[in-house]
């Protein structure tokens, strides 16, 4: 037996039809302007007639004329339609009307990059909104994010995990940087100098090893790797002294040289260019925040 919501939705063809046939004054130019046969229309308005009882349409010299009762079912046929579009129309979004907060899980390099340029378009154009901002998780926040706890995730992402969907930002190579006082700071960094220094590692999700172990590895060498950190803002002059070099995408490494106490150097092995990702759950992908959201990551990440 069908349901009264699968009668609703198999009528809502005939409601066209009748608004068409009201509209038009005939069957042929109701069937021209519905992009259907005339025969169609005609069937429908034999549906119609029999669901409400009622004529509806008569013919007259002048046209299809509508009886007393489709004169005054067209108010609300209409009210039915415009309701209908509406759920089929997307709806200008205006950023003026967003509410509560707007969570961000990312790298600290991302949110120190980002986060100026987001809060100040927030507050032109979404007063209202707060932004949150928390650390990168290692299980890239599956259970927030599908719960709407964390609503966008950026980072570096070499495995995007399903079900997430993402977006990619931009990309970024790798630099070696070293202090300036560093024995190679002056040398060409071979690769096998580059093998037996000291290394720093910046690993956010924790991991024991990097995208370098496993270039090395590939040409049957290895490092030492002194210290594993989960924040690129560890990373400093102080910490790299003149022993220490770490390996880190350009755009990090510049705000390390920028006083001329580090130096970088190009990295001497084929690594993969870092590339940077927005990952957010399916459920939201219509969700007007996010969109906007996704829209002014991207501007300020090429900013």
């Given amino acids: 037996m069908m349901s009264m919501s ?3 939705i198999r009528r809502l063809p ?8 009201m509209l038009r004054g005939s069957v042929g130019a109701a069937a021209e302007v519905m992009g259907v046969t005339q025969s169609a229309v005609s069937k429908q308005l034999a549906q119609l007639r029999t669901w409400l009882g009622d004529e509806l349409f008569v013919r007259t010299r002048d046209g299809m004329q509508p009886t007393p009762r489709a004169l005054a079912l067209r108010e609300p046929v209409e009210e039915i339609l415009r309701q209908s579009d509406a759920l089929t129309t997307e709806a ?3 950023p003026a009307t967003f509410a509560g907060r707007f969570v961000i ?12 340029a987001l809060v100040d378009r927030l507050g032109r154009e979404a007063p209202q909104m707060r932004l949150v901002t928390l650390p990168l998780a290692p299980d890239y926040s599956l259970r927030q994010l599908e719960a709407g706890q964390v609503n966008l995730l950026l980072g570096v992402n070499w495995h995007a995990p399903e079900p997430l969907h993402l977006t990619k930002l931009g990309e970024d190579p790798f ?12 040398k060409n960094l071979t690769v096998k100098r580059y093998a037996a220094a000291t290394h720093v590692l910046v690993a956010p999700l924790g991991h024991d090893v990097g995208v370098v172990d496993t270039a090395l590895d590939d040409v049957g060498l290895s490092r030492r790797v002194c210290a594993s950190v989960s924040s690129f803002h560890v990373v400093d002059p102080e910490l790299l002294g003149d022993t220490r070099i770490a390996t880190l995408p350009s755009r990090v490494a510049a705000r390390l040289t ?3 106490a580090c130096v970088t150097k ?35 990440f090429d900013a």
């Fill in 6 to 8: 699968e009668r609703n």
């Fill in 92 to 94: 200008a979004v205006d």
């Fill in 175 to 186: 630099v070696c940087v070293m202090g300036s006082g560093h024995p190679l700071a002056t």
């Fill in 266 to 300: 190009p990295v001497p092995l084929a690594l993969p260019i870092t590339r940077y990702f927005a990952l957010w759950h399916p459920r939201f992908d219509a969700e007007p925040r996010l969109r906007w959201m996704l829209d002014a990551v991207k501007d300020a």
């Fill in 258 to 260: 920028r006083g001329g």
């Fill in 14 to 21: 005939l409601l066209e039809a009748f608004h068409a046939i």
């Fill in 105 to 116: 899980s990312a790298t600290d390099e991302l949110q120190e990059r980002l986060v100026p």
